[in-house]
């Protein structure tokens, strides 16, 4: 059993499980959650104002939360940028991980990126980060350059993804598929998809 796995089975009584987990809007009520994954999951972790910067631009961004109950397990966030947008930052609570919970978080983002119009999709990645590689790739992203030393203080690479033709039916039929494919049906509240 993997640690996330073990972790999941010793859960504390409270929480609902997996199937309980609803992708919403993020506001400000949900940034301390937000704050503690962060922590625990970057190792350049965003600060409280940034990610109030973030909130205070509804025209151009789309952030959304994972919420067990009214705990946060995950977020992800979206940058509108002309036809573009781009993946800010997408983050699961570590004892959560492998649930579906993070393919929940892009199904639900790349959904919001078709509906603002975009076209295509633009997010980068430590060169390190299998997980997260391996969860861009399901969702059509694939390396499109090397910014060299990007995360420099960690003397490390960045890879740049793209996922092109994000507004054609080909995609959304991508997407649907994804959906079918997850082990807990998609639950969202207050997210215009
Ligand atoms: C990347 C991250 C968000 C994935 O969240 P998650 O909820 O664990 O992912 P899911 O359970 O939805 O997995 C979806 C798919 O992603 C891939 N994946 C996720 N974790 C993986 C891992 N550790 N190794 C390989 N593939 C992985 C798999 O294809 C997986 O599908 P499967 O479980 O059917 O094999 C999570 O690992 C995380 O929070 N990492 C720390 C923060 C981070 O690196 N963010 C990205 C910054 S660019």
Same mark, same amino acid.
């Not at 076209?119 to 060299?148: C, D, H, K, M, W």
């Given at each position: 059993?993997? +640690?996330?796995? +073990?972790?999941?089975?010793? /859960?504390?009584? $409270?929480?609902?499980?997996?199937?309980?987990?609803?992708?919403?809007?993020?506001?400000?009520?949900?940034?301390?959650?937000?704050?503690?994954?962060?922590?625990?999951? !970057?190792?350049?972790?965003?600060?409280?104002? *940034?990610? @109030?910067?973030? @909130?205070?631009?509804?025209?151009?961004?789309?952030?959304?939360?994972?919420?067990d109950g009214h705990r946060v397990v995950g977020f992800s966030g979206l940058m @509108?940028?002309?036809?573009?947008?781009?993946?800010? !930052? =997408?983050?699961?609570?570590?004892? /959560?991980?492998?649930?579906?919970?993070? +393919?929940?978080?892009?199904?639900?983002?790349?959904?919001?990126? =078709?509906?603002?119009? @975009?076209?295509?999709?633009? *997010?980068?990645?430590?060169a390190s980060n299998v997980a997260a590689q391996s969860l861009y790739r399901r969702?059509?992203?694939?390396?499109?350059?090397?910014?060299?030393?990007?995360?420099?203080?960690?003397?490390? $690479?960045? =890879?740049?993804?793209?996922a092109h033709d994000v507004d054609g039916e080909e995609y959304a039929a991508r997407?649907?598929?994804?959906?079918?494919?997850?082990?807990?049906?998609?639950?969202?509240?207050?997210?215009?998809?």
């Amino acid at each position: 059993m993997s +640690a996330a796995r +073990a972790a999941a089975a010793h /859960r504390a009584p $409270d929480a609902a499980g997996d199937d309980a987990v609803v992708i919403a809007p993020m506001r400000r009520r949900h940034l301390r959650g937000v704050l503690a994954i962060e922590q625990r999951t !970057n190792h350049r972790p965003w600060s409280l104002g *940034l990610f @109030l910067g973030e @909130l205070r631009m509804p025209t151009s961004r789309c952030y959304v939360v994972a919420l067990d109950g009214h705990r946060v397990v995950g977020f992800s966030g979206l940058m @509108l940028t002309g036809d573009g947008g781009h993946v800010t !930052n =997408i983050a699961v609570h570590p004892d /959560r991980h492998r649930e579906g919970i993070g +393919a929940r978080l892009m199904l639900v983002t790349m959904r919001q990126a =078709i509906r603002r119009g @975009l076209q295509a999709v633009t *997010l980068e990645v430590r060169a390190s980060n299998v997980a997260a590689q391996s969860l861009y790739r399901r969702f059509g992203f694939a390396p499109g350059g090397i910014r060299r030393n990007y995360y420099a203080d960690v003397g490390e $690479d960045g =890879i740049v993804m793209w996922a092109h033709d994000v507004d054609g039916e080909e995609y959304a039929a991508r997407l649907d598929q994804l959906e079918r494919s997850l082990r807990v049906p998609l639950r969202t509240e207050g997210v215009f998809l």
